[in-house]
């Protein structure tokens, strides 16, 4: 008798362990919104100037200049989000691993002060369960870069370590 209970014991453990190393954690989750992307920098600059010369049109001309910026960057970060997706759930995962689930909700770029041909990104992101916003602000890169391949997300999540306070 004590034979068969020590068998029995023996093998309720092992399959106990063995269940137990095969249970998944459920990954981390990136909702599936594109965030709102958005250029800030020589259009806006330009746009007093323009005003001088254009009158009241020169500012919206020096706004659409950012804006087609801004689309330029969106169009790059929206085709190689496939290939970086990945990158930016580990990046999240493992700065805020309570968190079950998260969305970007805005990428501001804005042009460095000392170098119109570089921007740098404040990307807003949104935590769940716990529902709270963080905000990062990356290191600046080459405008025509950012425009034209994957760049963008690559300074993105370098910037995960980087919070600073969120402006809206």
Known sequence: MKLFFSKAIWLSLCV???SGCSISLKPLQMDSA???VSYVGRGAAAGPMLMGAMGPM???VGMAIDEGIGKDIKSALSGSLVQNQAVVVESVAANYPDAHR???RKIEFKADTSNDDLAYAITFLSLYPSN???CFKSESAPLDELKA???GWKII???MTKEVACQD
Do not use: E, H, Q, R
């Open 16 to 18: 106990l362990m063995v």
């Open 34 to 36: 594109f965030p709102k």
């Open 58 to 60: 020169g500012i919206a």
């Open 102 to 104: 998260f969305a970007l």
């Open 132 to 134: 709270t916003t963080k």
């Open 149 to 151: 391949s994957d760049i």
């Open 157 to 159: 999540t370098n910037s």
